[in-house]
Nanobody, 120 residues
């Protein structure tokens, strides 16, 4: 099986920074796109940022210039550096990955989420 495990969430004051990590493990042959989504209370899950295996990135307009997505392909890990955090960034952040397993089955996998709370 494949697992995605996020870490790095927590409580931070407005203007502060956090770094999220997400490590994929299991019978992985290769990972295509990886990314981060978030879901605030009472709202739908939305895209935050994605990154391809080649390093091309895509960001939601609301986080451009403040968040940076990166990955370490050798460690099957994706990161999200979040700076200048705002209260509206408060949400559960989910990691997502498009994974080709060793049995050549391809699937879309999600982590269980990590809570980020931006509050004074």
């Amino acid at each position: 099986q494949v697992q995605l495990v996020e870490s790095g969430g927590g409580l931070v004051q407005p203007g502060g920074s956090l770094r999220l990590s997400c490590a994929a493990s299991g019978r992985i042959f290769t990972i295509n796109a990886m990314g981060w989504y978030r879901q605030a209370p009472g709202k739908q899950r939305e895209l935050v940022a994605t990154i391809t295996s080649g390093g091309s990135t895509n960001y939601a307009d609301s986080v451009k210039g403040r968040f940076t997505v990166s990955r370490d392909n050798a460690k099957n890990t994706v990161y999200l550096q979040m700076n200048s955090l705002k209260p509206e960034d408060t949400a559960v952040y989910y990691c997502n990955a498009d994974i080709l397993k060793t049995n050549l089955a391809r699937g879309d996998y999600w982590g269980k989420g990590t809570l980020v709370t931006v509050s004074s």
